[in-house]
């Protein structure tokens, strides 16, 4: 397919939500266009990342502060903010002002914190939550930086696209936390790939294969909805299984290496041969896909997490005049090798993302790669629906798709694990 089909394609996946994004109201500017008005931040979601974020939107801006921290279990939002306030000495205490009153829990929490006098959102829950809380913190004016991947099936990538919309008719920022756009080897790299250093690109060779993960155990008062939320990457309507939540980073720097366009189709296969055990609730260890491009490139991802086997995260860009490595930031072309060698003091690209947001918001034109980012999510989705099924699947089916993976409600008690995918009988709705 040519450039201009698949923009055509892609066109034809935004048009879903046209008619919402149409109705949203238009506020005049950005909220805290200006260089040194104090931004107030809120946590949602206080694990790992979400600590980390904090951590980063602080580095990024020093008129930064946390005012708002949210967690579904209390204790964990309390414990994050304790960590938060002792972190690196105790560096960024004074900026970390949230009290009693401003943390918040359950599963309305990310309300209340949005709703309590923030500007900026950090959303970094389980991803099954993510559109619900896009779409609240952008009807509530607030900027957001959102951890990737976005949504877990069609209709949560219909709903951020939506989103995404709604807060630039409001221009707020968004930022989707795909990490390695913000690495400033990988764009040197890309931009050269991208300006011919390698020929046209033939396809791109991208693995994730990693062992085992985390597993938080599970205790004889919990509810299954409790267990599954705290063992949340084990069950495919919370983290939308290991491709799209792990591995997604390969799928959006193929995206990217590709220049943004769509793939047409995937077909693949994987399964689950070692996580087995119920405990595992119901996402796969192994998935191999290939994308199919108009052009007729290919997309080769292959990933898997298991202990004890190779380990290896590599994109390797096959070019008709050479070829590139983007982990290593690395040409090797007919034109001559090269070696991305900036100063890797400005390449943290964690603290990079939080940095070009409020740049962008404080200079009145704030930044929103959401719908870019709802592409590559739902690219992995793709890739996850194509094994499942084991058929190929274009992306016309796949943005039209109308399977939710949403529970019936958000609520603590029962929730039956949906079955594990089975290929030739796993249908795409
Ligand atoms: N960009 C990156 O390189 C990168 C790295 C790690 C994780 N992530 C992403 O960050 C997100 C979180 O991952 P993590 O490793 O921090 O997981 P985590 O389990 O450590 O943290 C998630 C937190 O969210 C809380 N939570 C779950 N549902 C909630 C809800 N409805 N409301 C409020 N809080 C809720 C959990 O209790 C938990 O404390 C994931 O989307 C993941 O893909 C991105």
């Known amino acids: 397919m040519s450039r201009k089909k698949q923009t055509a394609s892609r066109r034809g996946f935004l048009k879903v939500s046209a008619a919402a994004a149409a109705g949203a109201a238009v506020l005049p500017t950005a909220v805290h266009a200006g260089s040194s008005e104090t931004i107030k931040v809120a946590l949602i979601g206080c694990g790992g990342r979400g600590g980390g974020a904090a951590l980063n939107v ?23 903010l304790k960590e938060l306030r002792g972190a690196q000495g105790g560096k960024h205490a004074d900026r970390i002002t949230a009290t009693p009153d401003t943390i918040f829990s359950g599963f309305d929490g990310y309300k209340q914190a949005i709703d309590s006098g923030v500007d900026y959102v950090i959303l970094a829950t389980s991803p099954g939550f993510r559109p619900l809380h896009f779409a ?72 994730y294969l990693t062992g085992d993960l985390w597993y938080r155990g599970k205790q004889a008062d919990w509810s299954e909805m409790e267990n599954q939320i705290r063992n949340w990457y084990y069950y495919t309507w919370l983290s939308g299984d290991f491709l799209v939540e792990q591995a997604i980073h390969n799928v959006d720097k193929a995206h990217w290496t590709m220049g943004d366009t769509l793939p047409v189709a995937a ?6 041969q070692v996580r087995t055990d119920e405990k595992w609730g119901n996402i796969w260890d192994n998935f191999s896909v290939v994308y199919e491009y108009a052009n007729g490139a290919r997309v080769f991802l292959q990933c898997r997490q298991t202990s004890g086997c190779q380990s290896q995260v590599m994109d390797h860009i096959i070019g008709s005049k050479g070829s590139a490595q ?79 993976l949403a529970p019936k409600e958000y609520a603590w008690g029962p929730n039956p694990a949906a079955p594990v995918a089975l290929p030739g009988k796993y249908k795409l709705v």
């Open 58 to 80: 602080l580095h990024a801006d020093p008129h930064v502060k946390i005012t708002a921290v949210c967690d579904i279990f209390k204790d964990r939002a309390e414990h994050k």
């Open 136 to 207: 609240y913190a952008v009807e509530k004016n607030k900027h957001v930086f959102m951890e990737k991947p976005h949504a877990v099936d069609a209709a949560g990538v219909r709903s951020v696209i939506e989103t995404a919309k709604k807060a630039e008719q409001k221009n707020l920022g968004v930022c989707g936390g795909y990490t390695y756009r913000y690495d400033l080897g990988k764009r040197e790299t890309l931009k050269r790939v991208h300006d011919g250093a390698i020929g046209d690109i033939l396809a791109v060779h991208t693995t």
């Open 267 to 272: 077909y693949g296969q994987g399964g689950r």
């Open 326 to 404: 983007l982990m290593q930031n690395r040409i090797e072309a007919k034109g001559g090798n090269w070696t991305y060698d900036g100063d890797p003091n400005l390449a943290n690209a964690y603290d990079r993302e939080h940095f070009e947001l409020i740049q962008s918001i404080r200079a009145g034109k704030p930044m929103n790669d959401g719908i870019r980012s709802a592409m590559s999510t739902l690219m992995g989705i793709l890739g996850r629906e194509a094994a499942y099924t084991g058929k190929r699947i274009t992306w016309k089916q796949i943005e039209q798709a109308k399977f939710s």
